[in-house]
């Protein structure tokens, strides 16, 4: 990919993350700037990735050919406003965003000259290379701006484009906050466990090596649906049966459904709130 000078605005959980996974895949450290207000925390990313680091983001971008914006969608205001009135031409930058809820019109209303706009919704395991992203180019990102944003986030792990502003709150939906649902279910289990007697660290190995064990099953026998992997697992009148007739019984179909739900509705109304 191409090594263009990269600022985030923002260096928390999911800034990190990017950072992290563009530096492992060979992003120079030189190109790569981060801003955020506080100067212990700007100290503490220098140190850890060896990348620029500065307090203010009108500063920060002044340079920047992309531009990534990590910050909470409730501070999104504050900062875009400061880059309205900084008189540095955003039509020159790429603005990838990362901000859940918050849409490409929005970000352009607020920055004049500003088009070129990629919005993301890429997930913490992106730490690791194995993220997953959805991408959605605004009307007047090129080719090139989404050749650079998809190989941004590639370095990271895995990418989607759709093509609606809808299909990023999907996306939201499904793999954005998707971590939390897998690690709620193992808490649950380190809860039962932790009852059972186990050690924490005994229970924390045996739920590792059990999501592990079952993701790479997913993906090492493409020939089977999840059901059929499912099936495998659960032998007429054992064990299993009886846990899945408890899950069922309380309709995890439907709270799934509800819950991803509730969270695609979270992203919609941050659309209208900032
Ligand atoms: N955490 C996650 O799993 C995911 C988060 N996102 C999105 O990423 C964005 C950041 O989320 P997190 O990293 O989880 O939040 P966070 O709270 O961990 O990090 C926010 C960062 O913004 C900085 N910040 C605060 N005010 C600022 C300002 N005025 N100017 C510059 N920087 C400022 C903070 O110091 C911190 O470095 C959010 O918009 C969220 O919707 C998207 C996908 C997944
Ligand atoms: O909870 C949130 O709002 C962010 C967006 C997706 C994951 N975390």
């Known amino acids: 990919m191409q090594h263009q000078n990269i600022t985030f605005i923002g ?12 530096l492992n895949a060979g992003y120079p450290k030189e190109k790569v700037t981060v801003s955020t ?3 212990e925390e700007i100290n503490t990313l ?54 859940a809820g918050v849409t490409t019109g929005r970000i352009a209303e607020l920055v004049p000259g500003l088009t070129r706009i990629v919005r993301v919704m890429p997930n913490t395991p992106a730490l690791i290379g194995l993220g997953m992203a959805g991408l959605f180019p605004a009307a007047g990102a090129s080719e090139a701006d989404k050749k650079f944003a998809e190989d941004l986030l590639g370095c990271c792990g ?34 039962k466990a932790a009852e059972y007697g186990f050690s924490e660290k005994d229970a924390r190995s045996m739920l590792e090596q059990v999501i592990l064990g079952s993701a790479q099953m997913v993906i090492n026998n493409q020939d089977k649906s999840i059901a059929q992997l499912r099936e495998a697992v659960t032998s007429k009148g054992g064990t299993t049966y009886e ?18 739900d509730a969270c695609k509705k979270r992203a919609e109304e941050m659309s209208k709130q900032f």
């Not at 846990?243 to 991803?260: G, H, P, Q, Y």
């Open 243 to 260: 846990a899945l007739k408890v899950f069922n019984e309380s309709n995890l179909n439907d709270i799934v459904s509800r819950a991803l």
């Open 46 to 99: 220098k140190q850890t990735f060896g990348i620029n680091g500065l307090t203010d983001n009108v500063e920060a971008v002044k340079n920047a050919e992309i531009v990534v914006m990590a910050v909470k969608p409730q501070m999104m205001h504050d900062v875009l406003t400061q880059f309205a009135s900084s008189g540095i031409d955003f039509s020159k930058k790429l603005l990838i965003s990362i901000m």
């Open 158 to 191: 895995k990418t989607v484009w759709v093509d609606s502003e809808e299909g990023i709150d999907n996306i939201t939906s499904l793999s954005g906050s998707a971590p939390a649902y897998f690690f709620l279910f193992l808490e649950c289990m380190a809860n």
């Open 11 to 22: 260096g928390g959980n999911m800034g990190k993350s990017l950072i992290k996974g563009i």
């Open 37 to 39: 207000p506080f100067a």
